[in-house]
């Protein structure tokens, strides 16, 4: 998945206006124009997309997390360049305080099971030897299982 694709993706999950997502990138620190996102949104086959890099995704998932959770004590987090599935995961679980139940909950809701040990290998440490890259396909599934739980709420 290309972090534009997540971006679009997380915006219609929660049906944020452009000066919504304006608004959460600057409260990570960040600036972006309205040009920006008409760029970041554009079909992906339009010559005049323009690519959301790592550093601005994981921006804007910070302040997601600032959002929905509050600025917590000390500076604001540094964005991950590079950024993987499994930090976006995590960035998506701590902004909306999910449990791993509730994460399986939601993927059981469109019809994909995983176990709970499979799901904690996602949210290890890189260097553990049971840790497991969230590929593309499950991250495809949780913003489905996402959409299926928080659109229209």
Do not use: C
């Amino acid at each position: 998945m290309t972090n534009n694709d997540i971006l679009r993706r997380v915006r219609y999950v929660f049906d944020f206006s452009d000066l919504k997502m304006i608004e959460l990138f600057k409260l990570a620190n960040y600036d972006i124009s309205k040009a920006d996102l008409d760029g970041w949104f554009k079909k992906d086959d339009d010559p005049l997309l323009i690519e959301i890099t790592d550093k601005e995704l994981a921006t804007f998932l910070n302040g997601l997390i600032i959002e929905k959770r509050g600025k917590r004590e000390g500076p604001l987090p540094e964005p991950e360049d590079p950024l993987s599935n499994n930090m976006i995961l995590r960035k998506l679980k701590i902004a909306l305080d999910l449990k791993s139940d509730d994460i399986l909950d939601m993927l059981a809701l469109i019809d994909k099971k995983i176990s709970k040990h499979e799901l904690s290998a996602f949210f290890r440490n890189p260097d553990h030897k049971h840790y497991r890259d969230f590929l593309d396909q499950y991250l495809r599934y949780f913003l489905n299982a996402l959409q299926k739980k928080y659109k229209n709420k």
